[in-house]
């Protein structure tokens, strides 16, 4: 988050943004528990290159020139260029392909593209033409002019059975004598995850949580309601009795009048809010032993409140952060159960799987964490399901939304959601700029691996920005957009305990930015100016929440100047390696103060104590 002390002032967003730049149904309602999984290792990745098209023809073999193009005709699904097969009307064979390698031990690998068909054959029964797309030896579908449709239509093939093996990946377009039919594709990607094992810590538990929503609005996309449920393994050899739900936005409201209201629990008793509401016990029929899953389930209502809020509505257009109640982690300190911040951040959870089921009005887009599909639902309305793996928290908006999408060199797909009042060129410069700054964190720290990112834009956003998986939210600002696309690493991928530690995820993510905007922090150590013995980097929000004007100061400015000191003493070979490692060694897990202090004196001869004492990193 790019958090600002004086809410109501636009002045102070940006000025804010400059410091930091320089400075589906239930479950069972109680299932027995059963002996969890042991997960394999996996390496996340996007492995189609250049899958928008944008590089040319970099990376594919096509039949002819005319394939890959821009030319008018046909227009893109994202960005400027596409895949044009056939559409000549006369006898004609096109080709592209692709050599692919899918990482071995991941659970998932998903191909998707987006496929826009037109024809001038009148049939409605005979396919005359016909598009063929395979891997390796296996076809995965087969299209025609019988497909024919009016816009772009997302494709997805589970193609896990190819993990480890490198093959080809083509499509092939046939075309009769007469009457044209055209095939054009875009946007071609092949993300694999799942099964990662994070660093091992057997104290940090509930585990591998499993998150099932299904919730329907109301018109506005200000109210929505139906059903949660989680499926949750204990990893600790202590046994669990209880679990706690993190109900965060009942902050902004009150506990006689919350917005986040949980009821009809089951596989648990629901015991009595605390944290000013925002915690709910859970005690669970008998103890969870080490290894063993459960499953509970609830009625959840969500009512979304007025303001330009991560969780408010502006206008037509609802922000829904923080939302859904998600498990609070226990770990050898006991339940983690602090308050919420309005200063930064308190959500700390664990890498989770969410599959969410959000019924709403057509007329509304519903941007969301993960990759989403659409399905007609009743008259006027709208199913989209979104599903996300290895997440730490799931975050929607909703209203009439004005989107453009692209892809990245590296392939991962961009929307840019505005609300009104955002010109076109704005959108565009932050869809460049989230183009560029996607590859430029994945190049430097690991592949991007929650396939799609949404971003989501609007100026009235007092807080500058606020980041969740695959989604963000975001003023008009290169910096700040940069920014929040770095924490799709630092806190989403690399996790930390955002209260008691928020600079494992805001002075990295700064530093991030940095790097990708070309910036070396040349002596921006020289300007730090310490308030008191007791202020250190390394503080938790209950220091900064009392102690707020310092917290963009120290944990953002003085946070990244200390790394970038740090890169000065290692070199810049050494650091770059030692953040690479760093990340893919705590991939989906949790990263600590003293884990990367040890990390970083391994990747040095260089004594590092005094390095910590004068850059007051403590911990």
Known sequence: MRSTPHKGLAAGLFAVAALAAVSLPALPAAAAPTAAPVAAACTPAQVVANGGFESGTSSWTQSSTSVITSRTGQSAHGGASFAWLDGVGSTHTDTLSQSVTVPSGCSSATLTFWLHIDTAETTSSTAYDKLTAKIGSTTLATYSNLNKATGYVQKSFDVSAFAGQTVALAFTGVEDSSLQTSFVLDDIALDTSGDTTPPADSTRTPAAPSYTVSLTSNTSGTSWTGHESTTFTNASATPLTEVYLRLWDNYHGTCSAPPITVTNVTGGTAGALSVACTALQIALPTPLAQGQSTTIGFDLGITVPSGADRFGYDGAFSMIGNALPVLAVKDGSGWHLDPYTNNGESFYSLAA????????PTSLLVPATGTSVDASGTSGRTVTTATASKVRDFAWAAGPFSKISGTSTAGTPINIYSVSGISSSNAQSMLTTAKSAVDAHAGRFGAYPYGELDAVIDNNFWFGGME??????????????THEIGHQWFYGIVGDDEYNSPWLDEAFTDYATDLAQGLTGTNCWNSTSWASSAENITNSMAYWDAHSSRYSTVVYGYGKCALHDLRRVLGDTAMAKLL????????????????????????????????????????
Do not use: C, M, N
Not at 468 to 481: I, N, R
Not at 581 to 606: I, L, M, N, P, R
């Open 468 to 481: 969740y998986p695959g989604f963000v939210l975001d003023l008009v600002s290169t910096t700040a957009l």
């Open 580 to 619: 690479k490692d760093y990340a893919t060694s705590h991939w989906y897990g949790v990263s600590t103060t003293a884990e990367f202090k040890a990390a970083a004196q391994a990747a040095t001869s260089t004594d590092l104590t005094s390095f910590w004492t004068t850059h007051r990193i403590v911990g």
């Open 353 to 360: 799987d969410f599959k969410v089921t959000l019924d709403h």
